[in-house]
């Protein structure tokens, strides 16, 4: 029955029509198709677009050991439609964009990055250092990966990773808060900044977008204990990740603060209904100056109540234990792609369009 079906579809093409009917261009922003639209997904393919030229693309497993979805990037100006032929063929290699994984052999952190960040949290063998549940960033100038290299070039040859060699640096603070990007439970006031999780599943990883959730085992919340998970998606060339949390426990009033911690205070914030961008110095751990980088939240819950504290900028949402809530997080730097901070807001509003707006995608005859 494969082989009938992977010879049918050989001999067929399946053309995919993807239309833009909103007012800007979206250019280079993925799409996901199901095989139940295109039929069977396999690594024999070839995706074309209008031009005839090859397009990368990657497929989506979902936890099953076939190929449940094929990803793929379109280009399509406002008001215009692009259609994409998939057919049978061999396609050219796809050059990896992201990747992630658990690092062991570093106190058990989970690191990842996609072309614009890299960024990592924080596993159980760093109990001992009372670590957060937020989200630290390394700084990127390079589309190519470097969380292996980063860690390669620290622990075996004594390269340290918080100097830039070239391709970028960890020059970013955590402590004990939510980092560039990291949620937690609110209640009466109270942020329940957590701590370290304690597995990992990963779902995806690359070329084009990786998938993994982290889990954390025991959820303090004003006396009461939760189990929380965060599926966290990373995509070639999003400016953002898209998060995903559950916590499941006692039934009691709770509220979920995404945000981004202020440091000293004295970068430049930047806020509106459902999202907060802030730009500050970066400085490497010898004192250089290395330019400015950024960190934005969106929320794209309806009612989110923005607050302040000493510590963190916040975007707080009602939230029922159970229930799924989605946010976006995600950094850049200024020697990457975003010379000032208004390239970086910019960057970040088409994300929030793209998210509002998606394109529609059909199978078309």
């Known amino acids: 029955l494969f082989s009938l079906a992977f ?14 009917r909103y007012p800007f261009d979206r250019s280079g922003e993925l799409v996901e198709i199901s095989a139940a639209e295109v039929g069977t997904l396999n690594a024999s393919m070839v995706i074309k677009d209008s031009t005839n030229q090859e397009v990368p693309y990657q497929l989506l497993y979902k936890g099953k050991t076939t190929p449940q979805a094929i990803l793929f990037p ?13 057919s049978a063929g061999n396609a050219s290699e796809v050059q990896a964009k992201t990747f992630a994984r658990f690092v062991p052999e570093r106190k058990d952190d989970f690191a990842w990055e996609n072309d614009i960040a890299a960024y990592r949290m924080y596993g159980p063998a760093l109990k001992a250092d009372n670590p957060s549940n937020g989200v630290d960033l390394w700084l990127k100038r390079t589309d190519e990966l470097v969380v292996d290299s980063f860690y ?5 040859y004594g390269k340290s990773y918080h100097v830039d060699h070239g391709q970028g640096l960890d020059c970013y603070k955590v402590g004990k808060t939510l980092g560039a990007g990291g949620v937690a439970p609110y209640t009466d006031s109270t942020l329940w900044v957590g701590s370290h999780f304690n597995s990992y599943k990963i779902l995806e990883n690359g ?15 004003n006396g009461k204990l939760y189990k929380q998970e965060i599926t966290i998606t990373a995509d070639a060339g999003s400016v953002v990740n898209k998060a995903v949390v559950k916590l499941t426990g006692p039934a009691q009033n709770l ?11 004295k970068g430049r914030l930047q806020k509106g209904g459902d999202l907060i961008v802030y730009g500050e110095n970066a400085v490497s751990d010898a004192g250089a100056n290395i330019g400015n980088h950024y960190v934005a939240v969106i929320h794209p819950v ?4 923005y607050k302040q504290d000493n510590v963190h900028a916040l975007l707080i949402s009602d939230y029922k234990p159970g229930s799924e809530f989605t946010y976006y997080f ?3 730097w200024s020697q990457w792609k975003f010379p000032t ?25």
């Open 302 to 305: 309806k009612g989110a109540v």
């Open 255 to 265: 509220k979920l603060a995404t945000g981004v911690v202020l440091h000293d205070g």
């Open 7 to 20: 010879a049918l579809f050989s001999q067929a093409q399946v053309k995919i029509a993807v239309t833009n």
């Open 152 to 156: 390669r070039g620290e622990l075996k």
């Open 74 to 86: 379109v280009n399509v100006k406002t008001g215009t439609k692009n259609v994409y032929t998939l």
């Open 341 to 365: 901070q208004k390239e970086w807001l910019a960057a970040v509003q088409q994300a929030n369009k793209q998210f509002k707006y998606p394109l529609t995608i059909a199978v078309v005859k």
């Open 207 to 221: 070329p084009l977008r990786s998938v993994f959730t982290l889990y954390y085992d025991t959820v303090k919340v």
């Open 330 to 332: 995600g950094g850049g």
